[in-house]
């Protein structure tokens, strides 16, 4: 196997997570470390490097120790293609990441093109596994799926109201308002404001003038929790009173940091909360007692070094071709999320979304909470 001078970063990951000084099995994990979607580059490190951690403990993969390449995208497809590049220089096999879409879609061509396996967490735009390529998996759902839970929640329940549908303009946050808006559409309702916003934008006083202008009381919001705590916060400040319904990039905890008080019953799909899964329970514990909540895509992410881990031993080694099949070809894998099974295009067999509001906990700090 090619071996290349490691990095400082990789170099440190060696000694906090196999204890050797060189290791078999490369995995980098790609994902916005820094900027503005930090925190959910933080759940999918976290949640990789303790999967990572607990194999090695346990002898690692196939008898080889594990080494962990680290590579931060800031969410920007251009530097999404800089840490893929760097993760082939570095002789990595495997890729847990990226999170965004717009990211994972062109860093993907790199991988498969040179013989990498990625699988992402957070990635849930039809486009990543739809294009033929060997190598794309995903723990997540997708978002013609998550549209089509978003939508029809919208028909049952605001079928007569004026509807506002924003997006980003980002693969992952248009396709999503795309899809919501196309099972709304085919159910009979037509929204009255379609607009998009560019991602980073931090005053959104014409957004809300337009949405005022048109009498809207709900506004299906597709992009990531930066904007979206900016867009709720504002309008209220504004006096609009509207009710907000996202998608699954806003399951974050920083959305109330974002949004204030703006952020009480806000609705958003995500799949049924993980962290709630009873064979997870002690590996949830394990995470707190770090100081650090499990949330979101963490136990996608330790779940997609499982299935890695579980594919290259009924594979009989690690070539990342041959782990793919064995992907594809076996399951369902148990994982921190529940059983998994994959089709031939990457894609898990269950895809489940479900509603959730935001509002106070007893702690009286806001979060959201899954609708019974």
């Not at 990951?13 to 050797?20: D, T």
């Not at 078999?24 to 303790?50: C, R, Y």
């Not at 194999?55 to 999404?80: F, H, M, W, Y």
């Not at 109330?256 to 064979?279: E, Q, W, Y």
Request: overall charge negative; aromatic content about 10%; some cysteine.
């Amino acid at each position: 196997m090619k071996k290349s001078l490691m990095s400082a970063v990789a170099l440190a990951a060696v000694v906090a997570f196999s204890g050797n000084a060189w290791a078999d099995v490369v995995i980098g994990i790609g994902a916005p470390l820094t900027g503005p979607n930090a925190a959910f580059g933080a759940q999918i490190q976290k949640g990789a490097e303790q999967a990572i951690a607990d194999l090695n403990a346990a002898g690692g993969i196939n008898g080889e120790q594990i080494r962990i390449v680290l590579g931060d995208d800031v969410s920007d497809p251009k530097q999404g293609v800089s840490v893929a590049n760097k993760f082939v220089a570095d002789g990595v096999q495997f890729v847990i990441g990226h999170f965004n879409s717009g990211v994972s879609i062109p860093a993907s061509e790199i991988y498969a093109e040179n013989g990498l396996l990625q699988f992402s967490p957070g990635s849930t735009s039809p486009t990543y596994t739809e294009r033929g390529l060997w190598n794309t998996f995903r723990t997540c759902g997708r978002d013609d799926q998550q549209g089509g839970v978003a939508g029809a929640f919208i028909v049952a329940n605001y079928k007569d109201a004026k509807i506002a549908v924003v997006h980003d303009k980002t693969p992952y946050g248009q396709g999503l308002a795309d899809e919501t808006k196309r099972a709304m559409n085919d159910a009979g309702v037509t929204e009255a404001l379609y607009e998009g916003i560019n991602a980073g934008d931090k005053d959104f006083s014409a957004l809300i003038a337009k949405m005022k202008d048109a009498g809207v009381s709900v506004v299906y919001f597709g992009g990531l929790h930066t904007e979206f705590g900016l867009i709720e916060r504002q309008a209220a400040d504004q006096g609009l009173k509207v009710q907000f319904i996202s998608g699954d990039g806003v399951v974050n905890n920083e959305l109330a940091s974002i949004a204030g008080d703006a952020v009480d019953g806000t609705l958003m799909t995500f799949a049924p909360d993980p962290r709630k899964n009873p064979a997870a329970a002690e590996l949830v514990e394990k995470f707190r007692a770090t100081g650090f909540e499990p949330e979101a895509y963490t136990l996608y992410s330790y779940a997609a070094v499982q299935v890695i881990a579980d594919a290259a031993k009924a594979a009989g080694g690690t070539d990342p071709q041959a782990v793919a099949e064995a992907i594809k070809s076996g399951g369902p894998f148990n994982t921190a999320i529940g059983e998994l099974s994959f089709t031939e295009k990457g894609d898990i067999t269950r895809p489940d979304y479900v509603i959730y509001t935001w509002r106070k906990g007893e702690d009286g700090k806001y979060t959201y909470f899954q609708n019974e």
